[in-house]
């Protein structure tokens, strides 16, 4: 794979007094690890950067730049998506363990959203509400599915997407890092293709801007990343900034034929 290009940016909002969201790129490693905290002042800033750096330095030290990805026989997904789930894994203990020993961190917890790109492929993990979209071909798809009450009310056909973003619980995640002792991930392997830019971002975009208008900006300013970060995060804002704000963007250049697949897992 060619060079990745990698652009994160995060904003505490317009009404939170402080940062819980917490992110991380390595382009050079093909890593991008996004975190949003919860369980009140400080606690959640914990939380978050735990996941964040835990994931981040055991990727960096296990993941390496395979020309063929290697399948991993007893999963059927390869070994970098088995790396992947490993890691969030040993953050949820850490986090599990921190927030039980410690009085200041308890009920603390976080969403995790982790890209992992090698070779011509990229493997996407998640636990929560911290989503991930792939624009290609001038078509915005949803990679990851929240893991929250009302995604699952909109997929059922009970809400739409747009009164969601208004709902009284579209906060409320099903599934989070540290909040118990065992947590399971949603794993999606795709091959990249030239031209994808994948979006990384916290609920605090997602809830206050919707599909269409992230599609347009995305377009508008198809190869500016900061540009990208930035106009993204001032839509938020001018919605009321009611959450932090964190997005990553990934301009993805790879010479794979457009013949590839899309496997999703649970683990």
């Not at 026989?73 to 363990?97: H, K, P, W």
């Not at 919707?210 to 900061?226: G, S, V």
Request: aromatic residues 6%; negative net charge; hydrophobic residues 40%.
């Amino acid at each position: 794979m060619k060079q990745l290009e990698m652009y994160a940016m995060t904003d505490v909002g317009k009404k939170r007094q402080h940062n819980e969201d917490y992110v991380s790129t390595s382009p050079a490693h093909g890593i991008a690890v996004l975190a949003d905290g919860m369980g009140g002042y400080s606690a959640g800033e914990v939380a978050s950067r735990m996941a964040v750096e835990i994931i981040n330095s055991t990727l960096q030290a296990n993941i390496r730049q395979p020309t063929v990805a290697r399948i991993n026989e007893q999963t059927g997904y390869t070994e970098e998506s088995v790396l992947v789930r490993d890691a969030i894994l040993q953050a949820n203990n850490s986090i599990f363990s921190t927030a039980r020993s410690k009085a200041e961190c308890a009920g603390m917890g976080t969403t995790v959203l982790v890209a992992a790109f090698y070779g011509d492929r990229i493997t996407a993990a998640h636990v929560g509400d911290s989503r991930m979209y792939r624009l290609r071909d001038h078509t915005l798809t949803h990679v990851t599915e929240d893991h929250s009450l009302i995604h699952e009310q909109v997929r059922r056909g009970l809400v739409t997407a747009a009164n969601a973003r208004n709902s009284m619980i579209k906060n409320l995640v099903t599934r989070a890092l540290g909040v118990d002792a065992d947590v399971e991930a949603d794993i999606v392997e795709d091959l990249v293709f030239d031209g994808d830019l994948y979006l990384m971002c916290s609920d605090g975009l997602t809830d206050v801007v919707a599909d269409e208008t992230i599609h347009n900006t995305l377009t508008q300013y198809r190869n500016e990343l900061p540009s990208i970060a930035k106009r993204l995060i001032e839509l938020a804002n001018e919605a009321g900034g009611p959450d932090n704000i964190s997005v990553i963007l990934i301009n993805a250049p790879t010479t794979k034929m457009k013949t590839g697949f899309w496997s999703r897992f649970r683990t």
